[in-house]
């Protein structure tokens, strides 16, 4: 079955520096749009950056310029480069990928089970 698994959440001190990453695995045609969300604690979960397949991204203004998303298409994986953190970028961050199966053409997104990033000193 398709899985979409996220790694390298942490403690980290404000003004440090973290990267996560993110695999989607399974019976994977092609990976289309991929990116990152977020949810603090009592907020909802909002967009942090989404990258196309030919590289095309876009960032939440609260991240732009701090964050770089990238993709590995032969693998289909996605990271996410996050410097000068900040306390309130404290929270579970999410990887979603949109997939196409090898036994059906329709573009699915799936979801990756969080992986929590504490800034804080």
């Known amino acids: 079955q398709v899985k979409v698994v996220e790694s390298g959440g942490g403690l980290v001190q404000p003004g440090g520096s973290l990267s996560l990453s993110c695999a989607a695995s399974?019976?994977?045609?092609?990976?289309?749009?991929m990116g990152w969300y977020r949810q603090a604690p009592g907020k909802p979960r909002e967009l942090v950056a989404t990258?196309?397949?030919?590289?095309?991204?876009n960032y939440a203004d609260s991240v732009k310029g701090r964050f770089t998303i990238s993709r590995d298409n032969a693998r289909n994986t996605v990271r996410l480069e996050m410097n000068s953190l900040k306390p309130e970028d404290t929270a579970v961050y999410y990887c979603?990928?949109?997939?196409?199966?090898?036994?059906?053409?329709?573009?699915?997104?799936?979801w990756g089970q969080g992986t929590q990033v504490t800034v804080s000193s």
């Open positions: 399974g019976s994977i045609f092609s990976a289309n749009v």
């Open positions: 979603k990928a949109d997939l196409r199966s090898l036994v059906s053409t329709t573009l699915v997104g799936y």
């Open positions: 990258i196309t397949r030919g590289g095309l991204t």
